[in-house]
């Protein structure tokens, strides 16, 4: 086990973002940078030991921050949506910034994302990354100490512990957002790789990707992942959910209890042998397909087009302020958000 920290790059503003790489008996690495706490890559053997990044990202600084794709950063104070930018806590209302065509606030409007945190190593095979966000931040109330510890166990376990503590009634949501290619992004789209997702329910969403309300059965549409199937099998359907997004772009209601740390999913790879399993405590997951890459350069100079990673964004359902008959999460002054979401390869 081990952990060793370098100089990845510097921003514009001539601040510098460190890359810590955690690395584990097995040869398996995490490699995390300070902008956006972002999983940079996580490098894993193929079938025949052939190590390769099952993370998409980029080489360097200006890639991640040109980028819209969020690709494996933290994302808070609230990932996915929020209808019209706007929600109530106790009576008063909240109005968060709308980076969303204007129209909803999505990921937090990306303040956790693309800020540098602090980060200190806590142990051999642990990175603890801490954020400050001010009261008023993107509109969001409370004075919110974020913390996201990153450990990888040599069961090839890849940990994202997740704890923020805030000193006014608020909302939290935090997620991980890395974008998989279990085959690497040199060997094309996901749309081969198998998924199974421990879902018997999902959230359908408006044409401006906001849940109706509705939770709706998995059952006999292209949603039920809940025995493995092709990422690709049903995409292409006709059902005006897919149709809107161009893809898959939903959350999902994963089975169990919330709170408990149980299966959310698990992604194959055929080709590789590639394996991916998702734990997490969280009421829900955002299954994305990448529906909106359009072909920007990312590691090694692969152009990221359409579908080249999917993303497993374990999470709190998408505008649940608005939505009381959701699983919530406001949290009280002095309260702490905490959760695990594990990746395990
Ligand atoms: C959203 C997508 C969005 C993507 C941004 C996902 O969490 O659900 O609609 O395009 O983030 O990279």
Known sequence: MSVTKTHYDTMPDGRDVFLYTIENNNGVSAGIITRGATLNSFVCPDRDGVMGDII???????????????????????????????????????NVTKNEKGITCLHGGGEYSSALWKAIIVDDDAVEFSYHSPDGEQGFPGN??????????????????????TDAETVINMTNHAYFNLGTTANGTILDHEL??????????????????????????????????????DIGENDPQLVQCRGYDHNFCVNGESGTLRLVGKARDEKSGRKLEVLSDLPGVQLYT???????????????????????ETQYYPDTPNHPSFPQCIFQKGEKFKSLTIFKV
């Open 144 to 165: 919110v100490d974020a913390k996201v510890t990153y450990v990888l166990t040599d069961r090839n376990e890849l940990e994202i512990h997740y704890e923020a503590v």
């Open 196 to 233: 199974m997702l421990n879902c018997d329910f999902f959230t359908p969403t408006d044409e401006n990707s906001i849940p109706t309300g509705e939770i709706r059965p998995v059952e006999n549409t292209a949603f039920d992942f809940r025995e493995f199937k092709k990422i690709g099998r």
């Open 290 to 312: 990448g529906n909106f890459m359009d072909g920007e350069p990312g590691k090694g100079g692969i152009g990221l087009d359409k579908n080249f990673g999917f993303c497993l």
């Open 56 to 94: 998409v990202g980029f080489d360097n600084i200006l890639g991640h921050i040109n980028s819209g794709t969020y690709t494996g950063e933290i994302i808070g104070q609230y990932a996915n949506r929020i209808a019209g930018g706007k929600f109530t806590l106790s009576g008063k209302e909240y």
